[in-house]
């Protein structure tokens, strides 16, 4: 069974940085892509980020584009979501997920529903 744990959250000032951690049970990042999501209170889970396990490729919604980084490191069965720039609407709960189909992410977006195992999320939140 696979098992995520996201940390790094915490409360920071606009035009602030933030770096989101996820650590994967064993072997989970040779095997899946991995997404960032987030949900703001009131709102569905927005994809932010997500990177592929077989060549690392990226992808990020238009929102954080240029603002936010997804990297990993194998070894340490951890993803990382570096956040610059922070912004108040950047505010909610980030989770980190396996993408359903693969180690590949292609998709035009990221929709909740392609991704499985969740993690149970740290909070964000950018003061304006």
């Known amino acids: 069974q696979v098992e995520l744990v996201e940390s790094g959250g915490g409360l920071v000032k606009a035009g602030g940085s933030l770096r989101l951690s996820c650590v994967a049970s064993?072997?989970?990042?040779?095997?899946?892509?991995i997404g960032w999501f987030r949900q703001a209170p009131g709102k569905g889970r927005e994809g932010v980020s997500c990177v592929s396990s077989t060549d690392g490729s990226t992808y990020y919604a238009d929102s954080v584009k240029g603002r936010f980084t997804i990297s990993r490191d194998i070894p340490k069965n951890t993803v990382y979501l570096q956040m610059n720039s922070l912004k108040p609407e950047d505010t909610g709960v980030y989770f980190c997920a396996t993408f359903l189909f693969g180690r590949t992410f292609a998709m035009p977006t990221m929709e909740a529903a392609d991704f499985g195992d969740w993690g149970r999320g740290t909070q964000v939140t950018v003061s304006s």
């Open positions: 064993e072997f989970t990042l040779d095997y899946y892509a």
